[in-house]
C-alpha cells in the first residue's frame, strides 16, 4: 500500500505498511489533524456562503422596491430601525475588515455572485483534499491496528 506523504508539497511517496509503529502514529495524528482544520474551514465557507446568498436575495428584494419606500434597516441581527428608500441604485457593498464600497445594484449583485462562485470553488477543492487526508488517517489506522496485533501475541 502506498499513499502520498503529509509533509505537504514534497510530493514523497511513502509506503505506510513499511513505517514503524510510532511513525504511524504520528501520521495518523497528524492526518486527523489536518483534517479537523479542513472541516473548520468547510464549515466556515459553508457559512460565509450562506450570507452571501442572502445578501444576494436581499439585493434583489432591493431591487424591486420604489424609491422612496418605508423598510426596517437591520443594525444588528436583531435589531432594526425605520428608515426611506433613498436610491434603490447605489449599494454599500462590505469588502471585509470594515471596508465598505458604493456600486450600482447590478455591481453590488454581479460581486455576491462571483464571491459565492468562488467560495463555492475553494469548497470543492478543500473537500477534495480533506477526503484524500481522511483516506490517508484511515489508511494508517487500519495498518497501526494490525501491527498491534501483530505485536501483542510476540510480547
Known amino acids: 500500500m502506498t499513499s502520498k506523504g503529509s509533509g505537504g ?5 511513502v509506503e505506510i505498511d513499511k513505517l514503524s509503529v510510532e511513525q504511524l502514529k504520528s501520521l495518523k495524528e497528524q ?3 489536518e ?6 474551514s468547510l464549515n466556515n465557507i459553508r457559512t460565509a456562503t450562506s ?3 442572502a445578501a444576494s ?4 428584494d432591493l431591487s424591486l422596491r420604489p424609491q422612496g419606500k418605508k423598510l426596517l434597516v437591520p443594525l444588528t441581527a ?3 430601525v425605520p428608515g426611506k428608500l433613498d436610491d434603490a441604485d447605489k449599494v454599500l457593498v462590505d469588502v471585509g475588515t470594515g471596508y465598505f464600497i458604493e456600486k450600482t445594484m447590478a455591481e453590488g449583485k454581479d460581486y455576491c455572485e462571483r464571491k459565492i462562485n468562488l467560495l463555492k470553488s475553494n469548497y ?4 477534495e483534499v480533506a477526503t484524500k487526508k481522511k483516506s490517508i488517517a484511515d489508511e494508517a489506522g487500519v495498518i497501526l491496528q494490525a501491527k498491534l496485533k501483530q505485536m501483542a501475541p510476540a510480547s
Open 78 to 80: 436583531s435589531l432594526y
Open 57 to 60: 436575495t436581499a439585493l434583489h
Open 31 to 33: 492526518a486527523d489533524l
Open 9 to 13: 508539497g514534497g510530493g514523497t511517496v
Open 124 to 127: 470543492d477543492q478543500l473537500l
Open 51 to 53: 450570507r452571501l446568498e
Open 35 to 40: 483534517v479537523n482544520v479542513l472541516q473548520d
